[in-house]
């Protein structure tokens, strides 16, 4: 029966279905909620046995899930934006170890400037640590596939991280639906790791490897992401049989069949495109939207597979590669090689940018029309980029691009520059 819940709260109640024995927590916006509201199941004993573990910092947290998943415990913790920077070394190690930690990012977009708002820049800065990446497309799923996330970690031994949009997602409340703690313990089989420490049988892990074996090392690494491709939909379709709804998966296609034009996107902004879709179908136009719910790994067959009809593809991307362009559309080049079939990298819902269906209307315009660029970005407005260049590229000292822009917006009061 679906309640009324904020979305942090709902992957809460279903983090503690999964039966946690170890919750690392330091707190980042916006993804405290979660943490919170394991930290009050944990102290009224709704969650137990759990040890939940106050940390000095996101590194912190990241390292006692480490220590906690190699002495045998189903670990959990959840993060954002400079939080997970700040945990980037122990990301690799718990990837690099093979340790089967589940961690929910509230995407978040980095800093500087400051900003608190949701893009995708954070998860995409990490996207090659050796994590399995899944991207929910509304809170009903983002709860659902932490279920799927324990026993896909469990049962490759490797980390997963679930990706919800922040904001967007987190705060946002709506009917959804809890798994019973019995529908969840049916589903997901109490944890017996793979490896795990123990003081009457001393080993190590972690241990030093030189030149001579790295490669091996590393390619099993690669291997084992691999075997997540085939246990992915597996596990989707076991979850659709156990709860009766569809959640997760690696690719989640709308109206593509006969689609000349499609949309690809990851996460939140698929519920929008959706719409989209609708709208443009009732106009006679042939589009189409694509969710790609796993991003590592990286779905290629499926995808070249679920583009073969399409004459266009536009890659709808919330961070982008400074220097270069597009992220999640070099993987989308990849997946269409030798395809001939034109793609465009759109970037778009930067710092929380609204992405409205009336910009994308114009930007599918332009695509229809062959105005589209290769690299554009959405409500761009190219008028104060070219005063803050012209002002950079003048004599004296031009003060920092942010304070300069907000000026200019008459955000901030103007002062000198």
């Not at 954002?80 to 340790?99: I, K």
């Not at 490797?158 to 589903?187: I, K, R, S």
């Not at 003081?199 to 030189?210: S, Y």
């Not at 005063?387 to 103007?414: C, S, T, Y």
């Amino acid at each position: 029966m679906p309640s009324q819940l904020e979305g942090s709260q709902a992957v809460a109640r279903t983090v503690a279905r999964c039966r946690p024995e170890v919750v690392c927590a330091y707190p980042i916006t916006p993804q405290t909620h979660i943490v919170e509201g394991l930290s009050r199941m944990v102290a009224t004993g709704e969650l137990a046995p759990c040890e939940f573990v106050n940390v000095e910092s996101e590194f912190a947290a990241m390292s006692v899930a480490i220590g906690a998943s190699a002495a045998g415990a189903r670990a959990y913790t959840a993060t954002a934006s400079q939080g997970l920077l700040y945990m980037a070394e122990a990301l690799f190690n718990a990837s690099g170890l093979g340790l089967p930690i589940v961690m929910t990012l509230a995407n978040r977009a980095i800093g500087a400037p400051i900003n608190i708002w949701n893009d995708h820049s954070d998860s995409m800065a990490l996207r090659d640590c050796g994590w399995i990446q899944l991207y929910a497309a509304d809170n009903q799923e983002a709860a659902d596939m932490h279920v799927q996330a324990f026993r896909l970690a469990e049962a490759l031994s490797l980390p997963v991280m679930v990706c919800m949009d922040g904001f967007v997602l987190t705060h946002a409340f709506e009917p959804l639906e809890v798994p019973a703690q019995e529908q969840a313990d049916e589903f997901l089989p109490p944890f017996a790791p793979r490896q795990a420490l123990d003081p009457q049988d001393p080993v190590t892990i972690g241990a030093m490897v030189g030149p001579e074996a790295f490669t091996e090392v590393r390619y099993l690494a690669h291997a084992k992401q691999l075997e997540a491709l085939d246990a992915i939909p597996a596990l989707a379709r076991e979850f659709e049989h156990s709860f009766g709804r569809a959640s997760g998966g690696l690719l989640g296609a709308y109206r593509c069949e006969d689609a000349r034009t499609v949309i690809v996107a990851l996460g939140s902004v698929f519920g929008t495109l959706a719409e989209l879709v609708d709208e443009l179908r009732a106009d006679g136009r042939a589009i189409g939207a694509l969710a790609v719910k796993s991003f590592r790994p990286f779905p290629l067959a499926e995808l070249r597979a679920a583009l073969l009809r399409a004459h266009q593809v536009i890659v709808l991307e919330r961070a982008f590669a400074v220097g270069v362009g597009g992220i999640v559309s070099a993987d989308v080049h990849a997946a269409l090689a030798g395809l001939n079939v034109p793609t465009h990298t759109v970037v778009a819902g930067l710092g929380g940018r609204a992405i409205t269906r009336r910009s994308l209307r114009a930007m599918l315009g332009d695509a229809h029309a062959g105005r589209l660029p290769e690299l554009s970005f959405l409500d761009l407005r190219a008028d104060v980029v070219k005063r803050e260049l012209a002002r950079a590229r003048g004599d004296g000292r031009p003060g920092p691009h942010a304070e300069n822009i907000l000026r200019d917006l008459g955000i901030v009061a103007a002062g000198p520059v």
